[in-house]
């Protein structure tokens, strides 16, 4: 057995730096560490650099200074935002807002416009991450997280992007996941025209109703767009 560092205390709470490039403070996880340690405060030192910048523990930091405890930390030469990522990477609190924070302030091109597109046309995360790349791959997740997530299409997307929010005066959910990959369906379908699609909600719009699964938004866009159609017209198969 050896000693390999050596952990020190102190109320000096200015000494202290948030590293640019770590995930933001989430109020909620902040109060909920503060809440629990009123009642008591574990031994759980913050791990910093010799820059006193905060690899780990930025939230247990806030905890500690609102509670005007002393804050105990170890200090790890050379560790930086590299090292900050793969601690929070391993967080299970860690997650696709933490990433994008970090890697938009890493200046990622990709990830800046992920950001300016989520924040235009108000889709979720994941829905944004099919727009843009082109897949509805699980993969696509693990990717964003490690900051390797590339754009396919930004035109193709933004192109689809207008076009499922001009579906939202019909209906409400029209941003939720299961229509938004139908809707990206009909897209790739040769026989769908949305202009057609359009006209027919503005008659049939209560029927546009929140599904359980992709299918059953499939199966109902399919009766919204072939009512009423003239003798002859061929029919929209999506699947």
């Known amino acids: 057995m050896k000693k390999v560092n050596e952990v020190y205390e102190t109320y000096n709470y200015n000494d202290f730096k948030i590293l640019k490039g770590n ?18 405060i574990l031994f759980s030192p913050l791990i910093i650099n010799e820059n006193m910048e905060i690899i780990d523990g930025q939230h247990r930091f806030k905890a500690l200074k609102k509670l005007g405890a ?3 930390f170890i200090i790890k030469k050379g560790y930086a935002k590299e090292e900050t990522q793969i601690l929070n990477h391993n967080s299970k609190n860690w997650d696709i807002n933490d990433a994008l924070h970090t890697y938009c302030d890493d200046q990622l091109e990709d990830y800046l416009i992920f950001k300016k ?3 235009t046309y108000k889709f979720g995360n994941r829905e944004c991450m099919n727009l843009l790349s082109g897949t509805k791959k699980v993969a696509y997740d693990k990717m964003f997280m490690e900051g390797k997530f590339k754009i396919k299409d930004y035109p193709g997307a933004v192109e689809k992007a207008i076009k499922v929010t001009q579906i939202a005066p019909f209906f409400k959910n ?3 996941r299961g229509f938004l990959n139908s809707m990206l369906i009909c897209f790739d379908n040769r026989d769908y025209n949305h202009k057609q699609f359009l006209r027919k909600l503005e008659y ?5 109703v929140k599904c359980v699964s992709e299918s059953a938004y499939l199966d109902l ?11 002859g017209t061929p029919r929209l198969r999506l699947y």
């Open 204 to 208: 049939q719009s209560t029927k546009l």
């Open 70 to 72: 002393p804050v105990p």
């Open 221 to 231: 866009i399919e009766h919204i767009y072939d009512y009423n159609n003239r003798k």
């Open 174 to 176: 029209y941003n939720c």
């Open 117 to 119: 597109f989520r924040d």
């Open 23 to 40: 995930r933001e403070i989430n109020k909620k996880h902040s109060m909920n560490i503060f809440k629990s340690m009123e009642k008591r």
